[in-house]
């Protein structure tokens, strides 16, 4: 239902350092390149723990099925975060969807198949939840462009006027 330490450590040193030289101020290209820049970094220590799985280092930490779904988790909300979402930012994200491709089939490998299907959805709606509950957090790095188009005929309940969708649970 949380992404990891790591994961919310990572995105909110980011988002110090982007306020401390002004976030408001970069260009939204800079803004973009630094969310690639990350994202490639994120894929790059993924993939190196598929490396070292794969060769079965000893003294590894084992990959059980709840760490995997933990890391699925955590690379589908990075992806989701720091993802550019702009037409000039969706030529180069093919690349980063054969990558994000690759780890996720690697840790789904590690995931029994019928726990799999019964834990999607529910990892699909958490996920969903997160995202909207720390869009303003780390507005900066989610970017002004309207994430939840989507989802907009789910959210109908809700008055136009709104800005955010609220998500179903409240936020203590």
């Known amino acids: 239902m949380q992404p990891s330490w790591y994961v919310q450590s990572l995105l909110f040193s980011l988002c110090q350092e982007v306020n401390r030289v002004g976030g408001h101020t970069l260009p939204k290209v800079t803004l973009q390149e630094l969310l690639k820049t990350c994202m490639a970094a994120v894929l790059a220590a ?33 992806n989701i975060i720091l993802t550019a979402r702009s037409e000039e930012a969706k030529a180069s994200r093919s690349k980063h969807d054969s990558r994000v491709e690759k780890v996720t089939d690697f840790l789904e490998g590690h995931i029994d198949p019928f726990d799999l ?5 529910h990892l699909n709606g958490n996920l969903n939840r997160l995202v909207q509950r720390t869009s303003v957090l780390f507005g900066l790095l989610t970017g002004t462009e309207n994430q939840y188009t989507s989802r907009s005929s789910a959210l109908s309940s809700q008055e136009l006027h709104n800005i955010l969708p609220l998500a179903s649970s409240q936020i203590r």
């Open 117 to 121: 299907d019964v834990f999607t959805p």
């Open 46 to 78: 993924y993939e190196k723990l598929m490396e070292e799985k794969q060769e079965k280092k000893a003294g590894a930490f084992p990959m059980t099925q709840n760490r995997a779904l933990q890391l699925l988790y955590d690379l589908r909300y990075l």
